[in-house]
């Protein structure tokens, strides 16, 4: 059950293998790229995941936006 392969075909396989190697890189190369333009599509405005930061308000400034004065 032990084939054994001349080395011939080895390199044959192995330049398939390379060949499919490099076909592979390309194509997620490009992927890549397809998905660098479509974020570059949006607008900086419309992409929103972070927390929303409160701002911190002085003793004084509270009780002006408490009192409606601000």
Not at 9 to 15: A, C, S
Not at 16 to 30: C, I, P, V
């Amino acid at each position: 059950m032990n084939q054994k392969m001349s080395t011939g075909e080895m390199q044959k396989h192995l330049n398939q293998l390379s060949e499919e190697r490099k076909l592979s890189d390309k194509q997620t190369d490009d992927y890549k790229k397809s998905i660098s333009e479509e974020i570059k599509k949006y607008k900086q405005s419309q992409i929103v995941n972070n927390d929303l930061v409160e701002k911190k308000y002085s003793l004084w400034e509270r009780i002006l936006r408490t009192l409606g004065m601000n």
